[in-house]
């Protein structure tokens, strides 16, 4: 009965998606798809890629890492936080100037044709195994935890998850994921603040014991002194500063929103308030790795990192916190893959078929072709989940 209800609940939630989708991709067109039509606000996007940056794996994996590093992976945040200042007043600027719809034609004005077309082709060949690999992740999770216990087997679940992304995304592209991803992220974020609550009320400890308890056990730990170490401060810093420039800047996926915005003034101020909260999430994510390790300790488990937050959501917590997890971790699965399927097909579009340049080509035929890869895609992104 209460793995049905679970079932229940996911399709309420795809519903509401689905009305989303309904109402934001009316009269869409190929450029709707690909850049919104420009008029994505820009504080929808700035909100909705907390969602796309944290993804299914930071949702599960980086509670995990609290009992053996600290807070040493907010070092790395910090390295984010620089980089996203990069983004917005290095690279963003140069998108704008030249109106673009695919950051990778950038590559073409500045060294020709070939590199523009082995740029696009590099994103389009990482994008697709990174995005698989973290729908795996997440894919696994709910199976252990939702699927099986109503016989649903793994090539099944698959196919429904994928075929829900496809649903409210064929249609609306950009136009309709800069509203699901804000919707998504709130959701997350509900997730995340009431699973905090729940540990400190079972724990029933005050705030202050509880710091004192996760500093006592090490669990503090903010900066890595010692060079040698592989999580040295500087190298993390200086590290998590380059993977923002490159994994965010220099992607399709994460800069698909911000070119969408209307001008690079708001594009701007969107990357600007989309660094700070994710200084204040990542650390709400910490917080909540050390207080699972405590109710852990406290009372005698153990767990392999991974299985830390959703073992003892499922196993140790009442019900409905699991069912709101369970919401928190698809909504952190949904914006990664959606806004990834959503952007291959854009490159693929416009990068390797040449939209832009087509002009034997109408609106129609356009649509017709650039729905052909949209499935293409998803189908593809099956059978790597299923290899």
């Not at 002194?225 to 190298?235: A, C, E, N």
Request: aromatic share 16%; glycine share 8%.
């Amino acid at each position: 009965m209460n793995q049905a209800f679970i079932i229940i609940i996911l399709i309420a939630y795809f519903g509401v998606l689905l009305l989303i989708s309904h109402y934001t991709s009316k009269n869409s067109t190929s450029q709707s798809f690909f850049t919104g039509d420009k008029k994505s606000p820009w504080y929808l996007v700035a909100f909705g890629m907390i969602g796309t940056s944290l993804s299914g794996v930071t949702f599960v994996s980086v509670p995990g890492t609290v009992t053996a590093n600290g807070f040493y992976y907010y070092q790395m945040v910090l390295g984010f936080f620089i980089g996203y200042f990069i983004v917005a007043y290095v690279l963003l600027p140069l998108y704008y100037k030249y109106n673009l719809s695919s950051i990778y034609r950038y590559l073409e004005y500045r060294l020709g044709f070939a590199a523009y077309k082995w740029g696009a082709g590099y994103f389009i060949l990482s994008r697709t195994l990174g995005a698989t690999v973290r729908l795996y992740l997440v894919i696994n999770v709910l199976q252990l935890f939702v699927f099986d216990s109503v016989g649903i087997p793994f090539w099944l679940s698959t196919v429904i998850i994928i075929a829900m992304i496809i649903a409210y995304t064929f249609r609306g592209g950009v136009k309709t994921i800069v509203w699901t991803d804000t919707l998504q992220t709130v959701f997350m974020l509900l997730a995340l603040v009431v699973c905090i609550l729940a540990i400190q009320s079972e724990l029933n400890w005050s705030w202050g014991h509880i710091w004192s308890q996760m500093s006592d056990g090490g669990m503090t730990k903010l900066w890595s002194t010692d060079p040698l170490r592989k999580d040295f401060m500087w190298k993390h810093i200086i590290g998590g500063a380059f993977i923002t420039i490159t994994m965010t800047g220099l992607d399709q996926e994460m800069m698909q929103k911000n070119i969408s915005v209307k001008n690079l003034k708001d594009a701007q101020k969107n990357m600007v308030v989309f660094s700070f909260i994710l200084l204040f999430v990542n650390a709400l994510f910490l917080l909540l790795g050390g207080m699972l390790q405590l109710f852990a300790t406290k009372n005698g488990w153990e767990f392999k990192p991974d299985d830390l937050f959703p073992s003892i959501v499922q196993q140790h917590l009442p019900f409905g916190i699991f069912i709101i997890f369970i919401i928190g971790l698809i909504s952190a699965l949904f914006p990664s893959v959606d806004g990834a399927i959503t952007a291959l097909t854009s490159s693929f579009c416009i990068d390797i078929l040449g939209f832009e340049r087509r002009s034997d080509m109408d609106e129609t035929q356009k649509n017709k072709l650039r729905k052909g890869v949209h499935l293409s895609f998803a189908v593809l992104f099956m059978l790597l989940v299923f290899y």
